[in-house]
C-alpha cells in the first residue's frame, strides 16, 4: 500500500493521456490508475488498487480525461495596433512581401507598438492571454520582436514578465530583436545587426529579460550570413538560439540553426531533406505552425513524412500574431495541423506537450504525466484526447491544476 503524507493530494478514477512515450499506448493513456501530487511535483502515477480507501486530500474526477497543461511554445502576444487594413489589401492581390518592401507587415506593428505604453500593452497582452488559459494552456513562449530598438524590445520583454508575475501560467520569454530590418535602419541592415548582437542581446540578456534568442532568416527577414552573426553573439553568451526558417522559401536557415544546437527550426514549409538530417543530427524540434500557412494562403506544406522518417520531434503551436496568424486559440492550431499538414490527432498532442515543452528547453520537467514531473494538468469533459482538437471553440476543459493546484 502507498505511503502518502498529509498534504499530498490523490486524484482518482480518471483516465490518464499521459503522453509519456515510455508508457507504450496510444497517447502513452493509462487506465485504472490514480495521480500523487506532492509539493507542485507528480509524486507518482499508481494503480487504483495500491491505494489507500481514504485520504483526506481526495479528488474523484469521475472518469474524465486528464491531460498535461498545453505548452504554446511560439507566440507573439505583445504587440500594439492590428493589421486588417494589410490583410485586406493582400487580399487584393498585393503579397507579404510587397505589403513588408513598403514599409507595412512587420514594422506597421513596430509603429504601433513604440507608440503604445507598457501598461496598453499589457491590457492587450491579458485579454489574449486569457484566451490560451481558457484553453488549457499552462506553459508559453512570448517572443519580443515588435520593437527592433533596446527600448521597446525592453518594453515587450518587460510585460511578458508582468505577465508571468500575474498569471499562474509559466512563461518562456525569447528576444526576437533580428525580425525585421526597422525602418530607420532600412539602408544599412548589417549595423542594425551589430546593434542587436553588440547592444540589444547583452544588455537585455543582462537584466534577465529572455531565456533564447530568435531570428527570422528570409527574404523579407535577414540572410544566412546576418543570422549567423546574431547566432554567435547568442552563443558566445551561451544563449540558446532557435529560429523563423524556410517559411517562404529555402535557404538553409534549419542547417544553421543546427549547427548552434538550436532549440527548434519553426516554420519550415520549405525545409529539405538535407535540413531535416541536420535538425535530427542536432536534436532541434520542428515547430510547425498552420495558423500563418493558412492566413498566408501557402501552398508548400511541411515535409512531415521527412519529419517522421528522421525522428525529429514535431511540435505545433499558434504563433499568434497581427500579421500572419491572428488565431488565439492552439485547439485550432492543433486542428489545423491535423487537417492542413496530416498529422494525426496524437502527433498534434505531443505537438503541444512533450515536444512543445522540448522546444522550450523543458523536456525534463513539463509536457508530461510522470513521476518527478511540474503538476500543470488539465482535467477534461471528454473521453477521448482527439475531442479537444476536433471541434475547435467547444472547449471541453473542466479544470486547471497548476504546479498542483487547482484554480
Ligand atoms: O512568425 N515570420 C515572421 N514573423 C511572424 C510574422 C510577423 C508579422 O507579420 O507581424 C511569423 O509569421
Ligand atoms: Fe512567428
Redesign the pocket.
Known amino acids: 500500500m502507498r505511503q502518502l503524507l498529509p498534504d499530498d493530494t490523490l486524484w482518482r478514477n480518471l483516465r490518464l493521456a499521459t503522453l509519456d512515450p515510455d508508457v507504450h499506448t496510444p497517447y502513452g493513456m493509462l487506465e485504472g490508475h490514480a495521480l500523487i501530487l506532492r509539493n507542485g511535483h507528480i509524486q507518482a502515477i499508481v494503480p487504483e488498487d495500491a491505494l489507500p480507501t481514504s485520504h483526506g486530500n481526495t479528488h474523484d474526477l469521475q472518469g474524465r480525461l486528464v491531460t498535461p497543461g498545453l505548452i504554446d511554445c ?1 507566440t ?1 502576444l505583445v ?1 500594439g495596433g492590428n ?1 486588417a487594413s494589410e490583410w485586406e489589401q493582400r487580399l487584393n492581390g498585393v503579397s ?1 512581401q510587397q505589403i ?1 518592401a513598403q514599409g507595412g ?2 514594422n506597421a ?1 513596430v509603429m504601433a507598438t513604440r507608440a503604445a505604453t507598457e501598461d496598453a500593452l499589457f491590457s492587450l497582452a491579458q485579454q489574449r492571454i486569457d484566451n490560451l488559459i481558457r484553453e488549457g494552456v499552462t506553459l508559453l513562449e512570448i517572443k519580443s ?2 520593437g527592433l530598438n533596446v527600448a521597446t524590445e525592453e518594453k515587450i520583454l518587460r510585460v511578458a514578465a508582468r505577465l508571468a508575475d500575474k498569471y499562474p501560467i509559466e512563461i518562456s520569454p525569447t528576444l ?1 530583436a533580428a ?2 530590418v526597422p525602418v530607420e535602419y532600412r539602408d544599412d541592415p548589417e549595423s542594425y545587426i551589430t546593434q542587436v548582437c553588440e547592444v540589444i542581446i547583452p544588455q537585455l540578456w543582462e537584466k534577465g529579460l529572455f531565456e533564447a534568442v530568435d531570428l ?1 532568416c ?1 527574404s523579407v ?1 535577414f540572410n544566412l550570413e546576418q543570422s549567423e552573426r546574431v547566432f554567435s553573439a547568442a552563443q558566445a553568451a551561451n544563449i540558446p538560439v532557435k529560429g ?1 526558417v524556410e ?1 517562404l522559401s529555402l535557404l538553409g536557415g534549419a542547417q544553421l540553426v543546427s549547427r548552434y544546437r538550436g532549440l527548434s527550426a ?2 519550415i514549409e520549405y525545409l529539405d531533406e538535407a535540413g531535416v538530417a541536420a535538425m535530427s543530427r542536432s536534436g532541434t524540434v520542428g515547430v510547425l ?1 498552420p495558423g ?1 500557412f493558412y492566413f ?1 494562403r501557402e501552398k508548400q506544406t511541411p515535409p512531415i513524412d521527412l519529419l517522421r522518417r528522421y525522428q525529429v520531434p514535431m511540435a505545433v503551436a499558434t ?1 499568434f ?5 491572428p488565431f488565439i486559440s492552439l485547439h485550432l492550431a492543433m486542428n489545423m495541423a491535423c487537417v492542413q499538414f496530416g498529422l494525426t490527432p496524437e502527433e498534434a498532442w505531443a505537438g503541444v506537450t512533450r515536444h512543445a515543452a522540448q522546444a522550450l528547453g523543458r523536456q525534463a520537467t513539463h509536457g508530461q504525466l510522470k513521476p518527478g514531473y511540474v503538476a500543470d494538468i488539465i482535467v477534461w469533459d471528454a473521453e477521448h484526447p482527439a475531442e479537444i482538437l476536433y471541434e475547435p471553440g467547444r472547449n471541453p476543459l473542466y479544470q486547471r491544476i497548476y504546479r498542483g493546484q487547482r484554480t
Do not use: M, V
Open positions: 511560439h507573439h504587440f493589421r507579404y513588408s507587415g512587420i506593428t520582436g515588435y526576437l525580425h525585421a527570422f528570409e527577414g523563423h517559411q519553426d516554420h505552425l500563418a498566408l504563433d500574431n497581427p500579421g500572419t496568424s
